[in-house]
């Protein structure tokens, strides 16, 4: 039996026994909710992760930036030999809401349930329950091999799920510390559940408010109903102008130019996203495939809208309404000059007094990496060869990353393997990570560190 095909057994044997699940409600039990700030999320570092990387032999580190910005990092490696290849991970212990009270009856967010083959709990799939995978595949070439064959440094944020504070200086700041040769990590969902998926980027997000603030309080809309302005039918209509009624995008600068025919190409020999639900094929650029849509052009949308009193109508016309916008986009969009754009154009169109505020979301921006490069045909020979199936190749995820802090910062080869899908219910109730999906990467990953140990030519 070969080395690797040890260190593979060494990982099923842990994962069938039970011991994945036992480390892993650990985890779960956590309360890292960064959006509160109330908790102090580097327990999650002292109490779990950094025990675990510290019987496997890494040196661990909890950092600061200098800012006030809210986030905490731990810094760790293990450094083997100066000439060997450095590969460079990243993941996030912090957790959206645990939105407790809207979770099915039987589940809550913070204990591990075991429910119809997957596991339930906030972060099992985003992202504590991935990381954990990639560490525990490492762990299992560890345990048949007293070395590795390369240098590991992992990244670990409290951030992300607020935008990730600081990790962009944090990187500037530390670039000879997180120096690699490559960046490998898991976030984000596959393509398919049954399938590895490998993705190089990301598309952009940036967030923003649009808002129409005519008069201080509302006033009876039977006394001044069609002498008055809306506040709310003015920004309806300035948000329905910016697309058409099936979301295509009206505003030109806001197209992107980097659909190539080799993007294309790529983009077709993917399955539709498996994502649990009903899709709509009516929706969106109507010359593209649904494919096509979600992971090479820009998709605009609105994330929640406000006027009145929602819970108790007043028969009063407000005098203000707000809404929450999104715009996601691909590598060819110029993100500075989105909301310029978008300000030209609702001059344009009549809608001056719809006024436009940036959020505290930061934007992230659209990576992705050159689909020649021998990294990523390196770790999808791997993938195919430890699953006997033919990988799901994107070039960017459909939805943000801070993929720009590695891939532009640090100017490194960028590939990202999820284990999760799209159907997890990452940022919603009854968040969960297949059981099948898990014991599958964890026995890829393990495969993958493996084949990285015995190479030479990369």
Request: charged share 20%; aromatic share 8%.
């Amino acid at each position: 039996m070969t080395l690797k095909e040890k260190a593979v057994q060494h990982a099923s044997h842990y994962f069938d026994e039970g011991d994945f699940k036992k480390e892993l409600s650990e985890l779960i039990a956590v309360k890292t909710e960064s959006q509160r700030q109330k908790y102090d999320l580097s327990n999650y570092y002292t109490n779990n992760i950094i025990p675990m990387l510290t019987e496997m032999g890494f040196e661990c580190n909890i950092m600061r930036n200098s800012s006030s910005e809210a986030n905490v990092f731990l810094f760790a490696e293990r450094i083997e030999n100066h000439n060997f290849k450095t590969i460079l991970t990243y993941g996030h212990g912090d957790v959206v809401l645990g939105q407790d009270e809207s979770w099915e009856n039987d589940l809550t967010p913070y204990k591990l349930i075991e429910k119809d083959n997957s596991f339930y709990g906030r972060g099992t799939a985003d992202n504590k329950g991935q990381h954990f995978i990639n560490i525990k595949a490492l762990n299992s070439l560890l345990s048949v091999k007293k070395n590795l064959g390369f240098n590991y440094k992992i990244l670990f944020e409290m951030g992300e799920e607020i935008g990730s504070p600081g990790l962009k200086f944090f990187c500037e700041k530390n670039k000879e510390k997180l120096k690699a040769d490559v960046f490998i990590a898991s976030d984000g969902p596959r393509i398919s559940q049954k399938t590895p998926t490998i993705f190089t980027g990301s598309r952009g997000g940036i967030n923003f408010d649009l808002s129409v603030s005519l008069r201080d309080g509302a006033h009876h809309s039977g006394n001044f109903g069609g002498i008055l302005k809306d506040p709310s039918i003015i920004l309806s209509h300035a948000i329905a102008s910016i697309t058409d009624a099936r979301g295509q995008i009206n505003i030109e600068d806001w197209l992107p130019t980097s659909l190539t025919p080799k993007i294309k190409q790529i983009l077709s020999e993917l399955p539709l996203v498996d994502a649990g639900f009903k899709l709509d094929p009516d929706w969106g650029q109507i010359e593209l495939t649904m494919s096509e849509r979600v992971f090479g052009w820009n998709s605009f949308c609105v994330l929640a809208m406000i006027s009145g009193e929602p819970n108790a109508p007043l028969n009063a016309i407000s005098g203000h309404a707000k809404a929450t916008c999104q715009l996601r986009f691909v590598v060819g969009t110029d993100v500075k000059n989105i909301i310029p754009a978008l300000r030209k154009y609702l001059d344009n169109h009549g809608f001056e007094d719809v006024d436009i505020h940036k959020t505290d979301m930061k934007p992230f921006p659209a990576t992705r990496l050159d689909m020649n490069d021998p990294w990523l045909s390196f770790v999808k020979k791997s993938l195919e060869n430890s699953t006997n199936l033919k990988i799901d190749l994107l070039p960017n995820l459909g939805g943000s990353l801070p993929n720009d802090c590695f891939s532009e910062v640090l100017n490194l080869p960028t590939i990202w393997i999820p284990h999760s899908y799209a159907g997890c219910s990452q940022h919603s109730p009854n968040e969960h990570l297949p059981i099948t999906i898990a014991r599958q990467a964890l026995l890829c990953m393990t495969s993958l560190f493996a084949d990285l140990s015995a190479s030479e030519k990369v």
